[in-house]
């Protein structure tokens, strides 16, 4: 389970769900985020499950 101090040290956070699939989360409180590399690796592995390719 993630604990919201996870959330508040961590250097990249995502959401995902069933009408954003991988969404990055750009604030949390004070501090701003960017998308970082595991991010951007979660989408891209969730579209290429959603299209069909395989992932081995």
Do not use: C
């Not at 990249?12 to 699939?21: I, L």
């Amino acid at each position: 389970m993630v604990t919201w101090d996870d959330v508040l040290e961590a250097d990249e956070v995502f959401s995902t769900g069933n009408y954003g699939k991988v969404v990055p989360v750009i604030r949390v409180k004070d501090r701003h985020l960017q998308p970082g590399p595991l991010t951007r690796s979660a989408r891209d592995l969730y579209m290429d499950y959603a299209r069909g390719f395989s992932l081995f």
